[in-house]
C-alpha cells in the first residue's frame, strides 16, 4: 500500500504529468459532450491530415508551400465534387435497386432452406426452418423500418449536410494552409514546462498522421480492386458491393466479417449455390486475406503498432462510448492511449527542472 501512495505522490508533485492528465481529461470532455456537434471539425481535422502529407511532400521537392497548399486543395476540392455529383448518385442508385431485391432474396433462401429437412432428416426438421426463416424475415424488417426512418431524417437534415459540405472543405483549407499558426496558437496556452506533453504529442501527431494517411491508400487499392473483380466475375452491384468492402477497412476484423454477408447475399440471389456463387466468395477472401497479410503491413509497418486484441478492445470500448465515431477512430484514440502509457513511466523518475525558460518544441 505504501508503494501505491509513493507512486501517486510521485505522479502528483510531477507538474508535467498534472498538466499532461489536464489536457487529456479536458480533450476527453469535449469530444464525449460535443463530439456530434464539432463533427465537421473532426472530419476536417482528418482530411487536413491527409492532405499535409501531400503538401510536405510537394515542398521537399522544392515546391513553396503556398503553391503546394493551394495545388493540393484544389485536387480535393475537385475529387469531393466528382464524389458527391457523380459517385455518390450512382451507390444511392444501386443500393435502392439492391433494396427492391430483398424479397427475392428471401424466397430464394426460403427455397434453399426448405429443401435442407429432405436432404438432412436427422439434423434439420422444418419446424427449425420455419423458425429461421422468421427470424431472418423479422429482421429484414427492422432493418427496412430502420432504413426507411433514417432516410426520413437525412430528407430533414439535407440543410445540414449541405452546410457540412461547404463548412467542412472551408476548415480543411484553413487548417493546411495555417498549421504552424494554429499549432503555435494552441500552444500558447501550455505551460512552459511541458516536455512529457511534447513527448506525447510528437508521437501522436506521426502516428495518427501515418495512419490516416495509410488508411485511405488502403482504402482506394482495397474499393477499386474489389470493384475490378466482381465487374470482371459479373457480379450485380459491384460498385456498391466494392465501395463498402473499402470502407471496410476503417473497422479492422469486424469490418471485414461485416460485408461478407451482403456479398454472399447478392453472389446468392444472382446465381444460387453454384460455381459462380463460390468463385466470388474466394475471391472476397483472397482479397481480404491480401490486404490484411500484405497490403496493411506494408502501409503500417511504421505506423500503428497495436496489438489486435487492443485493436478490437477499443473499437469495442469506444463504439460503445462514442457510437459510429468512436467506431470509425477506435486505433488513433488507442493510439494516444498507447502514447501516454509509453511515456508516463519516464515521468516517474525524478527529473531536473528545464531552467532555461524557452517553451519546449511542439511538431508541426
Do not use: C
Request: aromatic share 12%.
Amino acid at each position: 500500500m505504501e508503494r501505491v501512495k509513493s507512486w501517486f505522490r510521485r505522479q502528483i508533485e510531477n507538474p508535467q504529468v498534472v498538466s499532461l492528465l489536464l489536457i487529456v481529461i479536458f480533450i476527453a470532455s469535449v469530444f464525449y459532450f460535443a463530439g456530434n456537434s464539432l463533427a465537421p471539425a473532426i472530419a476536417a481535422i482528418v482530411i487536413a491530415y491527409l492532405l499535409d502529407g501531400l503538401v510536405e511532400r510537394l515542398r521537399r521537392m522544392g515546391i513553396p508551400r503556398v503553391l503546394s497548399t493551394h495545388a493540393v486543395y484544389l485536387v480535393f476540392v475537385a475529387t469531393l465534387l466528382l464524389g458527391v455529383f457523380r459517385l455518390m448518385p450512382m451507390l444511392f442508385r444501386q443500393f435502392s435497386q439492391l433494396a427492391q431485391q430483398v424479397p427475392s432474396i428471401l424466397a430464394k433462401a426460403k427455397e434453399l432452406l426448405m429443401a435442407l429437412p429432405a436432404r438432412y432428416p436427422a439434423t434439420v426438421t422444418e419446424d427449425t426452418v420455419s423458425q429461421i426463416m422468421s427470424g431472418l424475415t423479422a429482421e429484414f424488417g427492422r432493418l427496412g423500418q430502420t432504413l426507411v426512418s433514417y432516410s426520413f431524417s437525412s430528407v430533414l437534415s439535407l440543410f445540414a449536410v449541405v452546410v457540412y459540405l461547404i463548412l467542412v472543405p472551408l476548415l480543411v483549407y484553413f487548417m493546411v494552409k495555417d498549421k504552424v499558426r494554429i499549432i503555435e496558437w494552441f500552444a500558447g496556452f501550455l505551460p512552459e514546462d511541458r516536455q512529457l506533453t511534447s513527448t506525447v504529442w510528437t508521437e501522436v501527431n506521426k502516428q495518427i498522421g501515418n495512419y490516416v494517411r495509410g488508411k485511405f491508400i488502403e482504402i482506394l487499392v482495397v474499393g477499386s480492386v474489389t470493384f475490378v473483380v466482381f465487374k470482371v466475375l459479373g457480379l450485380q452491384y459491384a460498385l456498391l458491393l466494392g465501395a463498402l468492402t473499402g470502407l471496410s477497412v476503417l473497422i479492422p476484423y469486424v469490418g471485414a466479417a461485416a460485408i461478407t454477408v451482403p456479398v454472399a447475399l447478392v453472389a446468392f440471389a444472382q446465381w444460387g449455390i453454384q460455381g459462380d456463387f463460390y468463385g466470388v466468395v474466394v475471391a472476397y477472401l483472397i482479397i481480404q486475406a491480401l490486404d490484411g497479410n500484405l497490403l496493411a503491413p506494408l502501409l503500417f509497418s511504421e505506423a500503428v503498432n497495436l496489438h489486435p486484441v487492443a485493436i478490437i478492445v477499443a473499437i469495442l470500448f469506444f463504439g460503445g462510448v462514442w457510437g459510429l465515431w468512436g467506431v470509425f477512430f477506435a486505433i488513433p484514440l488507442a493510439t494516444v492511449i498507447q502514447a501516454v502509457l509509453q511515456a508516463w513511466p519516464a515521468s516517474g523518475a525524478a527529473q531536473p527542472p528545464d531552467l532555461s525558460g524557452e517553451p519546449a518544441q511542439v511538431a508541426e
